[in-house]
């Protein structure tokens, strides 16, 4: 059964910083990973989505890789902004499953 | 491209009543999914739909339900609620299954 942990839980950084979250899952044999931001009572925003044949996908000031074998990926936000402030989640997808989700990192970027 | 439409935003119902929420989802997509969203629970899966057929469904009771019309149009019904099942609802849509997933705005629920 998949599971997807997302540490720190929340996050707290000046403005400029570059910063990285982590996500880690136990299964392996994923289809794709996908990272969401998510603001306070909103739905989900899709942010990148990496198939399991591939390393990283950028998107901007995003930058998301994928390491199967470890079982992990991270979200890179350069040059971080108050605009960035919200909750990031990942989620694995794999097997006959739905996506599975992490209980997300909170990020508050301080101006 | 419109995104995915989630109808009602807001509801507040009373204990032992029932729900129906609907999802429309982005033009072209045939899989809709369901997820409730508490703080203590995260994200959690309900239902997943593909051309109107059910392919998988979470670990919730009997009360939860949904549909899938033949417009891919999706709705669930949760009967005899209860305040634990005061959340917010969350559904995506996907091209097919297992490509990039789209979330909708959600529906609040609050029970009293």
């Known amino acids: 059964k998949q599971e997807v942990t997302q540490i720190p839980a929340a996050l707290s950084v000046p403005e400029g910083e570059n910063l990285v979250l982590n996500c880690s899952f136990t299964?392996?044999?994923?289809?794709?990973l996908q990272w969401f931001r998510q603001d306070p009572g909103k739905g989900l925003t899709s942010l990148l989505l990496?198939?399991?044949?591939?390393r990283e996908q950028t998107s901007g000031r995003l930058n998301a890789s994928l390491d199967k074998s470890s079982g992990r990926s991270t979200l890179y936000i350069a040059a971080s902004q108050p605009g960035d402030s919200a909750t990031y989640l990942c989620?694995?997808?794999?097997?006959?499953?739905?996506?599975?989700f992490g209980k997300g990192t909170r990020l508050s970027v301080i101006a | 491209k419109a995104g995915v439409t989630q109808t009602p935003r807001y509801l507040i119902k009373t204990r032992g009543q029932q729900v129906t929420l609907s999802c429309s989802p982005i033009?072209?997509?045939?899989?809709v999914s369901w997820y409730q969203q508490t703080p203590g629970q995260g994200l959690q899966f309900l239902f997943e739909?593909?051309?109107?057929?059910?392919?998988n469904k979470g670990n919730f009771p009997g009360r939860f339900s949904g549909r899938q019309f033949s417009n891919s149009r999706s709705e669930m019904n949760v009967s005899t609620l209860e305040l634990g099942d005061s959340a917010l609802y969350l559904c995506?849509?996907?091209?097919?299954?297992?490509?990039?997933?789209?979330f909708g705005q959600g529906t609040r629920l609050t029970v009293v």
């Open positions: 299964d392996s044999a994923i289809y794709n």
């Open positions: 995506a849509s996907s091209l097919a299954s297992r490509t990039e997933a789209f």
């Open positions: 739909y593909f051309s109107e057929t059910q392919r």
């Open positions: 990496i198939q399991s044949s591939q």
């Open positions: 989620a694995a997808l794999s097997g006959n499953t739905p996506l599975v």
């Open positions: 033009s072209g997509h045939r899989s």
